[in-house]
C-alpha cells in the first residue's frame, strides 16, 4: 500500500470544490477514460481584473487524482490567471504535504488542465504539444515532448521516476529504451551522464503484472478470483452505508461491476467506482478501469 499524507485523505474523503462551475467561462479538460485517468477544470474568471472567482472540477481517476484536483482548485482560487500558471505541479504535491512517488502523475495533469481551461478563457486553441513529438510510450499515449518537459519540470533523472510522473513505461515496458533516450538527452544538457538502470528494469510495482503476462503466472480464473477477493474486502464498508458492489464482467483492462442500494445513483457513485478501481490495481499489480454495469457493451450485456 502506498502512503498517503493525511492531507491527501483528507482532500479525497473530502474533497473540495466537487462539480461543475455555474456561470464557468474556462474549461480544461485533460487525460483519457481508457487511460485510467480524466479531468475536467471549470473556472469562474472575473473579466475585469481576470481573477479567478470560482473552480470546480469533475475526476474520473484514483484517491491521488481525486486529492489532486481538490488541492489545485483551492491554490488558484483568488489568484489571476496569470499567477495561477505559474502554480507547477510540485506546488500541487506540497500543498498536500507530498503524494507517492508512484502517484506524481496525477498532479502534471492537474497543471495541464488549468493551462488547458486558461487556453480556453482566452479564446485559444490549447496544445498540450504531445504531438509534436514521437509517440514513446503507445500504452498511455505518452510521448517524447511530455516526457522532456517533465523531466525538466521535476529534475528527473530515472526511467522510475518518469512511469511516476506520467505513466509511461508503466505498462508492457517496451517503451523503456526510448524513455532512456530522452533521459541522456536531458540529463547531458544538465551536464549529467545517464546510467541505464539495467535490461528490463520497471517500477517495483509493476513487475509481477508483466511478469504474469509474459510467464502466464495468473490465469484468467486466479485473476477473477483475486477482483473478487478485493471486492469482498470492500463490501463491508459499502453495506455500512446501505450499499454493494458485485463483479459482472472481466475484459482485458475493463472491468465491470454493478452497484446496488445505496451506491447505485449516488452523487458519490463516481468516488466509491474510483476508490474500487485504486484498490484493484494496487492488488493486481496493473491498470485497470472499473466501469458500471450499465456502460457495458450490448454484446457483452446479452451473454
Known amino acids: 500500500m502506498w502512503d498517503y499524507s493525511e492531507k491527501v485523505k483528507e482532500h479525497f474523503f473530502d474533497p473540495r470544490n466537487a462539480g461543475a462551475v455555474e456561470g464557468a467561462n474556462a474549461v480544461g479538460d485533460v487525460g483519457s ?28 481517476g484514483c484517491g491521488s487524482a481525486i486529492a489532486s484536483s481538490s488541492a489545485l482548485t483551492e491554490i488558484i482560487k483568488g489568484m489571476t490567471i496569470d499567477e495561477a500558471l505559474t502554480v507547477t505541479n510540485q506546488d500541487i504535491a506540497d500543498y498536500l504535504d507530498g503524494l507517492p512517488p508512484e502517484k506524481m502523475h496525477c498532479s502534471v495533469m492537474g497543471r495541464e488542465a488549468l493551462q488547458a481551461a486558461v487556453a480556453n478563457y482566452r479564446g485559444e486553441e490549447w496544445s498540450d504539444d504531445h504531438e509534436e513529438g514521437a509517440l514513446i510510450c503507445k500504452c498511455f499515449a505518452i510521448d517524447e515532448v511530455m516526457i522532456e518537459e517533465t523531466i525538466r519540470a521535476n529534475h528527473l533523472s530515472t526511467v522510475e521516476e518518469v512511469t511516476n510522473y506520467t505513466k509511461a513505461g508503466g505498462g508492457c515496458a517496451a517503451c523503456h529504451e526510448g524513455i532512456e533516450g530522452v533521459l541522456a538527452k536531458v540529463l547531458s544538457e544538465r551536464g549529467e ?25 495468473m490465469t484468467s480464473l486466479q485473476r477473477i478470483r483475486k477482483i473478487e ?27 465491470y461491476v454493478h452497484l446496488t442500494g445505496a451506491c447505485s445513483g449516488c452523487q458519490m457513485a463516481a468516488l ?3 476508490g474500487i478501481q485504486q484498490k484493484l490495481m494496487e492488488a493486481l499489480g496493473e491498470f485497470v478501469k472499473v466501469i458500471p454495469d450499465s456502460e457495458m457493451p450490448v454484446a457483452l450485456a446479452g451473454v
Open 229 to 255: 477477493a478485493v471486492l469482498d474486502e470492500i463490501r463491508p464498508n459499502l453495506r455500512r452505508d446501505g450499499g454493494d458492489v458485485e463483479l459482472v464482467e472481466v475484459m482485458d483492462k475493463n472491468i
Open 193 to 217: 551522464t545517464f546510467v541505464p538502470a539495467g535490461v528490463g528494469a520497471l517500477p517495483k510495482r509493476n513487475k509481477p503484472a508483466v511478469a504474469a503476462a509474459a510467464t502466464g503466472a
Open 33 to 60: 477514460l481508457s487511460c485510467g485517468d480524466a479531468l475536467r477544470l471549470s473556472l469562474k474568471v472575473n473579466p475585469e481584473n481576470e481573477v479567478i472567482e470560482a473552480a470546480g472540477f469533475q475526476t474520473f
Open 272 to 274: 466509491t467506482l474510483s
